[in-house]
């Protein structure tokens, strides 16, 4: 889990049960428990629930410790712009491990008539509503980017992207940082 408290409701609320519940323990941005200190000889699977951005190192340090353990990450919320940022850092991070990552299972809503899913194995799916119905409007091999989104989703409204001001883009731009 994310934090201590977390984990030691889990604990008391599953009482005895044949594995271990532990927390990253990320204090601010610093760690306060090495990774390697979660990592025992014979585990056969880590599961980590809700990590975000802030324990993305933790998340990070904890999986390659595992080495060929699978690792299961729950809810992710790893990639808060504001925390990984969008600099260099954030790239070199994004490159290094979150690309590493397969989802297979994502549902985002987008907005009230627009959805992004994934089911593993099946491509990613940009679900669109329209007079009540919901249809697939495009699949993607790789999870589209927010450019090649906000282009399916205006193909798939029939909203075109002529005479916009640099304010309509401008608010794009802050859009895409929440993303």
Same mark, same amino acid.
């Given at each position: 889990?994310?934090?201590?408290?977390?984990?030691?409701?889990?604990?008391?609320?599953?009482?005895?049960?044949? *594995?271990?519940? =532990? +927390?990253?323990?990320?204090?601010?941005? =610093?760690?306060?428990?090495?990774?390697?200190?979660?990592?025992?000889?014979? $585990?056969?699977?880590?599961?980590?629930? !809700?990590?975000? !951005?802030?324990?993305?190192?933790?998340?990070?340090? @904890?999986?390659?410790?595992?080495?060929?353990?699978?690792?299961?990450?729950?809810?992710? &919320?790893?990639?808060?712009?504001?925390?990984? /940022?969008?600099?260099? #850092?954030? &790239?070199?991070?994004?490159? =290094? *491990? @979150?690309?590493?990552?397969?989802?297979?299972?994502? @549902? &985002?809503?987008? $907005?009230? +008539?627009?959805?992004?899913? &994934?089911?593993?194995?099946?491509?990613?799916?940009?679900?669109?509503?329209?007079?009540?119905?919901?249809?697939?409007?495009?699949?993607?091999?790789?999870?589209?980017?927010?450019?090649?989104?906000?282009?399916?989703? +205006?193909? #798939?409204?029939?909203? /075109?992207?002529?005479? =916009? +001001?640099? *304010? !309509?883009?401008? /608010?794009? *731009?802050?859009?895409?940082?929440?993303?």
């Amino acid at each position: 889990f994310t934090d201590a408290g977390t984990a030691a409701w889990a604990k008391q609320g599953w009482g005895d049960v044949p *594995f271990q519940c =532990r +927390s990253v323990d990320v204090a601010g941005s =610093r760690q306060t428990t090495e990774a390697e200190e979660h990592i025992d000889e014979g $585990d056969k699977l880590y599961i980590i629930v !809700a990590p975000t !951005a802030v324990e993305v190192w933790a998340v990070e340090k @904890l999986c390659n410790q595992a080495g060929d353990v699978p690792v299961v990450i729950f809810i992710p &919320r790893l990639e808060d712009v504001s925390i990984v /940022g969008i600099g260099y #850092a954030g &790239r070199a991070l994004r490159d =290094r *491990f @979150l690309t590493t990552i397969e989802p297979c299972y994502y @549902l &985002r809503p987008i $907005d009230d +008539s627009v959805a992004l899913a &994934r089911f593993y194995p099946t491509p990613w799916q940009v679900w669109v509503e329209k007079e009540g119905l919901w249809s697939v409007a495009a699949e993607e091999l790789l999870k589209p980017d927010t450019e090649k989104l906000d282009g399916i989703i +205006s193909t #798939a409204l029939g909203t /075109g992207q002529k005479g =916009r +001001s640099i *304010f !309509a883009e401008l /608010g794009d *731009f802050i859009r895409a940082l929440g993303r």
